[in-house]
């Protein structure tokens, strides 16, 4: 057994010595085994860490958080948000971050409950989402939302979710350019007004006569008007009768500059006949 043990002492010190070498790379070992490119030099170099603020820390505050404002929308990173100093921009940082990611779980970074909610209704109605007004506190923001939805894009789903009675209605009465729908509302200020918002998506003259209150029925009438490019109908604006005439004046000179317009458009596109 003696006799062999000379012959194991050297098979594991070549072993082990082949381990150890081949285990352990080094910069002098001739061999790119580290994740090296066109040297042996002991791996490449870990990632740089870069300050994206850097360049603005020169700058004194409410430059420097401006500044930082910058860097973040224009990278569209939140991260970079949360380095600003200055609270007011910050808030707006992460504000616009959700606006141009649509992503309302950023407004609820937010400090202030108004801010949270305007931040949400934003990103709701820009992106036509009922779902996002449902994740607005306030009451009357959400019905807001669900509103600014509804006529912005004729939805009357979105006009059936709003809670408040007189809202929901002018939204629907809106969306489906019926006046009697308007007439439903039990509040008579609520009511006018609804009548008053109907005019410009049903420009006709029965919705003014059905205005209770003689002041808003005179503001219809001025639009009205307006919309006519028809002074005759300033005689029931009331008090508002010169107003009345001098938008019906400005709506006739803007008639006659589109009229020129056309008429030189169709002089510039006529063909001579060969």
């Known amino acids: 057994m003696r006799d062999y043990w000379p012959i194991a002492a050297i098979l594991f010190f070549l072993i082990t010595g082949f381990v150890v070498y081949t285990g352990r790379p080094t910069c002098s070992d001739g061999i790119m085994n580290q994740g090296e490119e066109g040297v042996d030099c002991g791996g490449p170099c870990p990632p740089c860490i870069i300050d994206p603020l850097k360049e603005c820390e020169s700058l004194s505050e409410p430059d420097r958080g401006e500044c930082g404002y910058n860097k973040a929308v224009s990278a569209v990173d939140e991260n970079i948000c949360s380095m600003i100093e200055n609270s007011w921009w910050r808030e707006n940082c992460y504000s616009k971050i959700a606006e141009k990611t649509s992503n309302p779980m950023l407004c609820g970074i937010l400090g202030e409950q108004l801010a949270k909610d305007s931040c949400i209704k934003k990103i709701a109605v820009d992106a036509k989402n009922t779902g996002y007004c449902a994740l607005i506190n306030s009451t009357a923001d959400k019905d807001t939302c669900y509103y600014r939805i509804g006529i912005e894009n004729n939805n009357l789903d979105s006009c059936g979710m709003i809670g408040e009675e007189s809202g929901r ?105 060969i």
């Open 169 to 273: 209605l002018r939204c629907t009465a809106l969306v489906l350019r019926n006046h009697s729908v308007c007439k439903d509302i039990t509040s008579d200020r609520a009511r006018d007004y609804c009548l008053l918002m109907l005019l410009v998506r049903d420009p006709v003259e029965q919705v003014c006569l059905e205005i209770q209150d003689d002041s808003v029925r005179g503001e219809c009438y001025l639009n009205y008007a307006a919309i006519k490019a028809d002074e005759r109908y300033c005689a029931n604006s009331g008090a508002r009768y010169g107003e009345c005439v001098d938008q019906v004046d400005k709506a006739l000179e803007k008639l006659s500059q589109l009229n020129e317009q056309f008429k030189s458009l169709n002089d510039t596109v006529r063909v001579t006949p």
